[in-house]
């Protein structure tokens, strides 16, 4: 069965700062990975994924996310924080044997400090 | 236009009430599922629906049931609800496989946050 665990459900920064979000899954076969923002008071969108093609993985508003399949992790970066990236953000793994169905982790929730 | 909308997008109900969300697609997706959102528990999956003539159980089924009125149309019902239910339930679509996006990537609606006192 396929899992995900987010590493801290809250992270704060500071407004140009490094964004570092853990995100580590269990899958027993190569699995799809997502990244999902969640702004307030709206739905879920796509950051990015990583479906084989590349390891590094470059998605939308300056977030990249790196799969190393070792350490079963798909960690999510941005190399400097802006205020409008305060938001939650989700990991997920889909699996093929399950149908392609998305598995999330808990979320972590960003704060920007100004 | 939104490619997934929700209604209502707020309710308040009591307990022992019977309680539907609706959500439609424009997307052509064929297949629908229903999330619900609670702090710390990410989103699970209650129902989904791979066809108009296909339901499944998700993770947390009980106390819901779910309709595929067509293809677009999906709907999640508490038939008695009860305050735990109080959550942020999402809807979204994904393309079936062998779609050009059908690795599991998920379209959603904006939510439909149900409070049950």
């Known amino acids: 069965a396929q899992s995900v665990t987010q590493l801290g459900s809250h992270v704060s920064v500071s407004e140009g700062a490094l964004v570092l979000l853990r995100c580590n899954y269990s899958?027993?076969?190569?699995?799809?990975l997502f990244w999902y923002v969640q702004y307030p008071n709206q739905g879920l969108q796509l950051l990015l994924k990583?479906?084989?093609?590349?390891?590094l993985v470059k998605g939308i508003n300056g977030f990249e996310a790196e799969f190393k399949k070792s350490e079963t992790s798909f960690h999510l970066t941005k190399p400097s924080a802006h205020m409008s990236d305060a938001a939650e953000y989700f990991c997920?793994?889909?699996?093929?044997?399950?149908?392609?169905?998305?598995?999330f982790g808990g979320g972590t929730r960003v704060l920007v400090k100004p | 236009d939104a490619d997934v909308t929700q209604t209502p997008r707020n309710r308040i109900t009591k307990t022992g009430k019977r309680i539907m969300l609706e959500c439609s697609q424009t997307?052509?997706?064929?297949?629908m599922y229903w999330y619900r959102q609670d702090p710390g528990l990410g989103l699970r999956l209650i129902y989904y629906?791979?066809?108009?003539?296909?339901?499944n159980k998700g993770e947390i089924s009980d106390g819901y049931s779910v309709s595929r009125q067509a293809q677009a149309k999906f709907s999640l019902s508490l038939e008695s609800a009860i305050p735990n239910q109080t959550a942020l339930y999402f809807c979204?679509?994904?393309?079936?496989?062998?779609?050009?996006?059908?690795?599991?990537?998920?379209?959603f609606g904006e939510g439909s946050r149900l409070t049950v006192l």
């Open positions: 997920a793994v889909s699996e093929k044997a399950a149908g392609n169905k998305l598995t």
């Open positions: 997307k052509g997706h064929d297949r």
């Open positions: 629906s791979f066809d108009v003539k296909d339901i």
């Open positions: 979204a679509t994904s393309e079936a496989p062998g779609g050009p996006a059908s690795l599991g990537e998920l379209f």
């Open positions: 990583y479906t084989s093609a590349a390891t």
């Open positions: 899958s027993s076969v190569p699995p799809y």
